[in-house]
């Protein structure tokens, strides 16, 4: 067929040199010329192959036309409403008057009810009794009329306001057209052999390549794009902060147990066994195993003694100790579990152990840096400083919606040193936030088991409107410091960051199960931005 349409539009072209309207064409297979919306569709595409060899060139010329409604056409076929509800009605004085019942149930509930009030305005029926009746004998229907005329002819000779009464009852639709004027091109001819694409072999060999015609390069075109894999934003924006730490002097902590001991992720870190947090609601424990190996002895006996009886300028939680709430196996709720080891190890030498802190550090995968203004080297007191960070996943029996999940990731900071002060918490957060490019945001005060005193870091959302929390921080209780074997005036600042909020801030979205989860689109995935703090 299109081929044949292509000839069709050659040939014309060969006869009269041009064609003025493609809507006089007749078309293979039809006697009527072209003059329908689809059958200049059907031209259009012979027009752009012929166009694209420059054997023609056209001009498109746009139309309004009408067409009927699936009500239009019913009105077309059958008549108006009113013309309808006219015919069930008896004559006056030659029938009982009809019920509004039984008018329903003659015409349709719809035409009953629409017809009833046209039929009224135009005069046609009147109410006799309880009744309606004809008012007159005979009558035009004119809707039908303008409806068979603009099924023909696709307007009306009453001109614009007709038709606009008509598409505002819903009766006709307004469909745009277009028609085409052709000329010869460059490279007219009657033949609709299609240019060669390719150099073949056989080509070469006979000789054929040499009088063939080629189709012309388009060296403006798209290439096919590469099929590839591509990083999730929260890949991107976890690799973004992890190079903002690199860059502060901050060393990555090893935190691949994603199980830890109750006493690791709450007891070192001064959370009481009473507190909700470790209720099933809030944390997932392991049935298999269910129990952890011991922590080191002598540094257990501190940690339980502070929480029963006290110790180091505190007065303890005055509560008993339990053994086996200590021992339970769980899914981590925060990577501070992990600090809290790194820490342990880091304070060997200030215990008075042998084993020297970086070493143990490095051991586990990190290192003890000159972090702050100083030499970096061991004091007399074995204390080095050190600012060490980890991004890993963490784990929480929460209620899921639009900014929580049961898991996700946290970014956790170290800083450890003498004297540090929580004017220099707020400051480096302040610095932290910018390198991320977030500097709108508020700090509030809160309450941490394990730090005091502690802030929760607030930024706002532009597509939510609202502020969101996106972090927890403090300084590091002397109740989790000292048992450790710090010295008295070593501070340490902490705090954790979610990775999916600033992730849903830089790329605006709302809701985090579509950007964690089965809701997640590939498309945007693969279409999703570099990011650049």
Not at 248 to 272: H, I, K, Q, R, Y
Request: overall charge neutral.
């Amino acid at each position: 067929m299109a081929e044949a349409i292509q000839q069709l539009v050659l040939d014309t072209l060969d006869k009269q040199g041009e064609i003025k309207d493609t809507r006089t064409l007749v078309l293979p297979g039809y006697k009527e010329p072209a003059a329908t919306h689809d059958s200049q569709i059907i031209i259009l595409g012979a027009l752009n192959s012929l166009s694209s060899r420059d054997m023609i060139t056209y001009t498109t010329h746009e139309t309004v036309s009408h067409v009927l409604t699936q009500e239009g056409a019913q009105i077309a076929l059958q008549g108006s409403h009113e013309a309808r509800v006219w015919a069930a009605c008896p004559a006056k004085g030659e029938g009982a008057p009809i019920a509004p019942k039984q008018l329903q149930e003659k015409v349709g509930a719809e035409t009953a009810k629409v017809g009833q009030g046209q039929a009224f305005k135009n005069k046609w029926i009147g109410k006799e009794g309880d009744g309606l009746v004809k008012l007159v004998a005979s009558i035009t229907d004119t809707t039908q009329l303008q409806m068979r005329e603009v099924d023909s002819t696709g307007t009306i000779k009453a001109g614009e306001k007709a038709l606009a009464d008509l598409r505002k009852r819903k009766l006709i639709a307004q469909r745009k057209g277009q028609w085409f004027a052709v000329s010869k091109g460059s490279n007219f001819s009657t033949s609709t052999a299609k240019p060669e694409t390719d150099l073949t072999v056989d080509m070469l060999t006979s000789g054929s390549w040499k009088t063939s015609t080629y189709k012309k390069y388009n060296f403006e075109a798209d290439g096919i794009p590469p099929n590839g894999g591509a990083l999730h934003p929260l890949l991107k924006v976890r690799e973004e902060i992890r190079n903002i730490f690199l860059e502060m002097g901050f060393a990555e902590m090893p935190t691949s147990s994603f199980v830890e001991s109750g006493f690791w992720c709450f007891d070192a870190l001064f959370v009481p066994q009473q507190h909700p947090a470790r209720e099933v609601q809030d944390t997932f424990y392991l049935s298999d195993p269910a129990v952890s190996l011991p922590p080191p002895k002598d540094y257990y006996e501190r940690v339980s003694k502070v929480h029963e009886h006290g110790g180091y300028g505190s007065t303890g939680y005055r509560a008993p100790w339990s053994h086996e709430e200590s021992r339970k196996l769980l899914l981590r709720t925060h990577t501070t579990a992990s600090s809290a080891s790194m820490l342990y190890k880091l304070a060997a030498r200030c215990r008075g152990e042998e084993e020297d802190s970086e070493e143990a550090v490095k051991r586990e995968g990190a290192h003890a840096t000159s972090t702050v203004p100083g030499t970096g080297k061991a004091d007399a007191d074995g204390f080095r400083p050190a600012k060490l960070f980890s991004i890993d996943r963490v784990f929480r029996n929460e209620t899921m919606d639009a900014t929580h999940l049961a898991e996700f990731h946290q970014v956790e900071g170290v800083v450890a040193d003498k004297n540090l002060t929580l004017a220099d918490l707020i400051g480096f957060m302040r610095v932290f936030f910018t390198k991320m490019g977030i500097t709108n945001i508020r700090f509030k005060p809160a309450y941490n088991p394990y730090t005091e005193p502690s802030l929760e870091i607030f930024a706002f959302h532009p597509q939510l409107e609202k502020w969101v929390e996106v972090g927890n921080s403090g300084m590091f209780r002397p109740e989790m410091l000292e048992p450790m074997g710090f010295p008295k005036d070593v501070h340490v600042h902490g705090w954790g960051i979610s990775l999916e909020r600033p992730t849903m801030i830089r790329y605006g979205i709302n809701n985090i199960r579509t950007l964690v989860g089965h809701k997640v689109s590939l498309e945007s995935v693969e279409r999703s931005p570099a990011v650049r703090f």
